[in-house]
């Protein structure tokens, strides 16, 4: 996936939605740890309120959060489900070209994964 860096973690969040077709209907968080389920996470947000953590997404870039060091970007969505997904930052930085629509998805590997998959019982 392609985007600007001054896109905002709220554009960010609705990148992912769309990409891989879910609904929109569930909580989510960002945070920065070694790995997506490690126990050191930290938060993006400290806001308790829902209005304020958007505000705090809308308000912090992408550019504002790397460089990490050895610290990875995640997307939790759905805390139920626990959907989670890692965030990189290519290492060449790309001139955006005049013809394109960003963001944008370059390349997809395998089918989008099931929002509320439905299990034989």
């Known amino acids: ?6 896109s905002s973690l709220y554009d960010l969040h609705n990148v992912i939605q769309e990409a891989v077709a879910f609904g929109q209907d569930h909580p989510f968080e960002f945070y920065i740890a070694n790995s997506p389920f490690g ?12 209005e304020d953590k958007v505000a705090d997404f809308l308000r912090i870039h992408l550019k504002d959060i790397w460089p990490l ?6 997307y939790w969505f759905d805390f139920g489900d626990r959907w989670t997904f890692e965030i990189r930052k290519g290492r060449k930085v790309k001139v955006p070209e005049t ?3 960003y963001p944008r998805v370059v390349e997809a590997i395998g089918p989008n994964p099931e929002q509320h998959p439905q299990f034989d019982e």
């Open 99 to 101: 013809s394109v629509t």
């Open 1 to 6: 996936m392609e985007m600007d860096e001054d």
């Open 39 to 50: 126990w050191k996470k930290r938060w993006l947000t400290e806001a308790e309120d829902w």
């Open 69 to 74: 060091g050895r610290k990875r970007l995640y």
